[in-house]
């Protein structure tokens, strides 16, 4: 999800706050010994949704395996929802507080190996979110016809917003899960997953929604609306891919239009990035009403049925109008944060800078290299170099908002350095096929583009991502000879660039010292290529 606007004002924040980080914070964002000793296979999560009250009430069974014997679990909640009860084995289970997470005393015997279950009861009016999906929590609106249209979204703030669970990154559930939620009977919920079933109740219905895929926990999700819904069968690189439309009666018309773009999307990220991750859970576009995110295989879209970012190209380069930036960049992220996800959210530029550099791919697929490249290169207007893209771990910090544009940047400029479409096109395919269906670090995926790709990238990785500082090239023309040197790099930074030289391309190394390079005639024009994402200053 992205907001430029917003992620300014959050990246001002997270420099006033870098270095305070509270034991809530731990609590949230580390693996806690009471949350190091049981490992999730199963959640079974029952929501019923009352719009008046804008009250909600439900449970989760939670089915877990035993890694190490251990009495006291960690469950998240955040208040004001509130835990009313918990079982397990019948029998009620007492718990203590420390703010939003919840230390429960378990009575049974926790037997290393063995698969458990506790279910957790809970009700409250959740967090309603003000501004989301840059804030969190429920969305209560009206459609034009005066039907209630609700929605949740939790990235920041987690899923712990309103529902119980283990609220940490690197804990998806194994096989899945459940989801059943009750809405007014005249409207419809839809989550993620399939639809397995609908129960017909007094004044309600009962939409059960199955995921049998390992789900981040911020993906999980309640739509509720006056939906129309339309599918069709694409046949993808591994079958036929169901693919699913939600939206509000009155947008039939122009979604139907729009949301061609959704085989499009599927058929360039599947030449690009690999399969589809998700076959078996399906892929749906469901509107809600806000911009958007990319919860996994129910992907909400609120971009106004229009091509761009809310009708802007946030590249200025012309390209970003060619698509509509929700269904192209929230569908990206079911390869790079829905089956690749990071482990911790320091690491988040695995979502966002891969999912922004998607934006490019799709671009390149149905526009051709050149869109590909002034998009991305456009995209650098709206990098800050304030703090580093990796945050702090295990605190729940997630770093600056450059994990997008600069994030995407630095993946256009390993490209060139591979200097091999295909070998590129084979890494990030690899990369989702080596992670599937895994949370992992930054460094697992930095370790692999080096090992498959050959190239020492060590530094770089670390110059682009943990530093602010962007390398600057820096060159003067004599005659027939330029010189050229790098500053602002960190110590052994290596990584060559192209220089056009009287409109040739010529491949050139800096190092910190200055370096000449002869060439047979005088030199009329030098600039260096634009996709490698550094500073150049002409030295007169
Ligand atoms: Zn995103």
């Known amino acids: 999800m992205k907001n430029l606007f917003f992620l300014l004002f959050l990246s001002i924040n997270f420099v006033s706050i870098a270095q305070e980080f509270s034991r809530a914070d731990t609590l949230r964002g580390s693996i806690t010994p009471e949350r190091a000793w049981w490992n999730v296979t199963h959640y079974d999560l029952k929501v019923s949704v009352n719009p008046s009250e804008k009250f909600i009430e439900g449970s989760n069974t939670i089915t877990y395996e035993v890694l190490e014997r251990n009495n006291i679990m960690q469950i998240d909640l955040q208040a004001p929802m509130k835990i009313d009860k918990i079982l397990q084995n019948n029998e009620e289970i007492s718990f203590t507080s420390e703010g939003n997470a919840h230390f429960l005393k378990l009575k049974k015997k926790q037997k290393k190996g063995k698969q458990n279950k506790i279910t957790i009861y809970f009700s409250g009016k959740p967090t309603v979110a003000r501004r989301a999906p840059w804030d969190g929590g429920f969305t209560w609106t009206k459609d034009s016809n005066g039907n209630d249209f609700i929605a949740t979204a939790n990235q920041g703030i987690g899923a712990s917003v309103w529902w119980p669970l283990k609220d940490h990154p690197s804990e998806e559930p194994d096989n899945g899960m459940k989801i059943s939620v009750t809405a007014p009977k005249h409207l419809m919920d839809v989550s993620n997953g399939r639809l397995i079933k609908v129960i017909e109740n007094y004044t309600t219905k009962t939409w059960v929604w199955e995921v049998v895929n390992p789900i981040n926990a911020y993906g999980v999700n309640i739509n509720i609306g006056d939906y129309v819904h339309w599918s069709e069968k694409y046949q993808g690189l591994n079958g036929t891919l169901d693919m699913d439309y939600y939206v509000l009666r009155e947008n039939e018309e122009k979604a139907k239009e729009q ?64 698509f509509d930036f929700i269904i192209i960049h929230e569908s990206g992220h079911e390869w790079f944060a829905n089956n690749i996800t990071n482990n911790d959210v320091a690491d988040m530029w695995v ?128 005659d027939n000879k330029l010189k050229f040197r790098y500053t602002d790099i960190l110590k052994n930074f290596k990584m060559p660039v192209i220089a056009i030289i009287n409109g040739k391309e010529e491949w050139v190394e800096p190092t910190s010292e200055w370096k000449t390079k002869e060439f047979s005639s005088s030199i009329e024009t030098a600039e260096i290529k634009k996709d490698f994402y550094v500073i150049t200053e002409e030295i007169e």
């Open 259 to 322: 949301f061609k773009q959704a085989p499009m999307m599927m058929e360039a990220f599947e030449h690009w990035f690999g399969p589809y991750p998700f076959y078996e859970d399906g892929y749906k576009l469901v509107e809600a009403p806000y911009l958007g995110m990319e919860h996994q295989s129910s992907v909400t879209y609120g971009n106004q049925f229009e091509n761009g970012y809310l009708g802007r190209d946030l590249s200025r380069s012309g390209w970003g109008m060619k």
């Open 351 to 478: 979502h966002e800078g891969f999912t922004c550099y998607s934006e490019n791919i799709y671009l390149d697929y149905h526009f051709g290299k050149k869109a590909s490249s002034e998009y991305v290169v456009g995209l650098r207007r709206s990098i800050l170099n304030d703090i580093p893209i990796i945050g702090n771990y295990n605190v729940s910090h997630s770093g600056s908002s450059d994990k997008y544009y600069k994030g995407a940047n630095m993946l256009h400029t390993i490209r060139q350095l591979i200097d091999n479409d295909e070998k590129w096109r084979q890494i990030l395919i690899g990369l989702n096929k080596d992670f599937y269906h895994q949370t992992v670090s930054s460094k697992q995926v930095e370790d692999y583009i080096m090992q498959k790709s050959g190239l020492d990238l060590n530094v770089f990785f670390n110059q682009y991502l943990r530093t602010t500082m962007i390398p600057k090239v820096e060159y003067k023309v004599e």
